[in-house]
């Protein structure tokens, strides 16, 4: 049986700060949480919450999977929304992500 997929406790909190920023945000799921577009530019996005058991395990056997045979952009792992305005500043610089 299929469980539902965890939604980590601060992702409606960072979601809301990169579309506040001008972000497109399309919540994924699978492989990663989010995926993120501004100033002509993409990254897929991991939450995690460092508040939660689950969260300060990082990443799980599926995700390390998929981050270490991504041969795309930029996958950022975010935990506050203070990491995803930092993601932003790097999307709108140019010579970032």
Not at 13 to 18: C, D, M, P, S
């Amino acid at each position: 049986m299929r469980h539902a997929a965890r939604v980590d406790g601060n992702q409606a909190e960072i979601v809301a700060a990169l579309r506040a920023s001008g972000a497109s945000v399309f919540v994924l799921k699978l492989p990663v949480d989010l995926l993120v577009g501004y100033a002509g530019k993409t990254a897929l996005v991991e939450i995690k919450d460092p508040i939660s058991a689950y969260g300060k395990k990082g990443l799980n056997v599926k995700q390390s999977a998929f981050l270490m045979g991504w041969n795309g952009g930029t996958v950022a792992l975010i935990d506050s929304v203070e990491s995803a305005q930092n993601l932003i500043r790097m999307m709108s610089d140019s010579s970032s992500v």
